[in-house]
């Protein structure tokens, strides 16, 4: 985990920008495949640097195009992740931390599809963690494919964006400006619209 998550830096990935264009210039099947089998075992490690993953993807293949390398990498890595937590640690760690699990349960019986966009749409959490986290729940898997796929788009895609421009970066927090946050903020909340609304159905 230790040598990978060191190349997982902005200046890493900058100083090696210019060298990873050549050779997309003459390999762009096997970079494709590379770029996308590096994002699957990050995620799926639980490796911090999935953002800086994302900007290499958008400086590599465009908006456009990086978004779905990413949007393949992320969810399958994700996917991993999550049936690895729940299906090695799960046992242990419900019982570990019943109560804190028992507020993520609540929130899902409600609306899976619906809490796993929020929680995707806000970048508030650790990719990695989350993946982990939904893992210990008894969030259905289709759920949390489809949810993941489509609450991180958006997200992915402001920071292939960005990405275009990656050798002008100079820190992560310069993208998630407070307007983005906002708008992201706003895509959460209404992906939490049909759950407050059955809510409120049920009150007397």
Do not use: C
Not at 26 to 37: A, D, N, R
């Amino acid at each position: 985990h230790y040598d990978l998550h060191t190349y997982l830096t902005l200046s890493k990935i900058q100083s090696v920008q210019a060298d990873l264009a050549i050779f997309k210039a003459g390999h762009p099947v096997l970079i494709s495949l590379l770029y996308i089998l590096i994002y699957i075992a990050t995620a799926a490690l639980s490796i911090p640097g999935a953002t800086i993953l994302t900007l290499l993807g958008g400086a590599l293949f465009g908006a456009v195009l990086g978004t779905f390398h990413i949007a393949i990498g992320a969810t399958i890595g994700a996917t991993l992740a999550f049936l690895s937590a729940r299906f090695i640690f799960r046992d242990d760690q419900e019982s570990k931390y019943a109560d804190k699990l028992a507020t993520f349960n609540q929130g899902i019986e409600k609306g899976a599809l619906n809490y796993v966009l929020f929680i995707r749409l806000i970048p508030l959490f650790p990719f990695f963690l989350v993946n982990i986290v939904l893992g210990l729940t008894r969030l259905p898997i289709g759920a949390f494919i489809i949810g993941s796929l489509v609450g991180m788009l958006p997200v992915i895609f402001v920071f292939a964006n960005a990405g275009r421009q990656l050798s002008t970066i100079t820190s992560t927090k310069d993208i998630a400006s407070p307007q983005v946050l906002v708008a992201f903020a706003i895509l959460g909340i209404v992906a939490l619209i049909p759950i407050l609304y059955k809510k409120w159905k049920k009150q007397p």
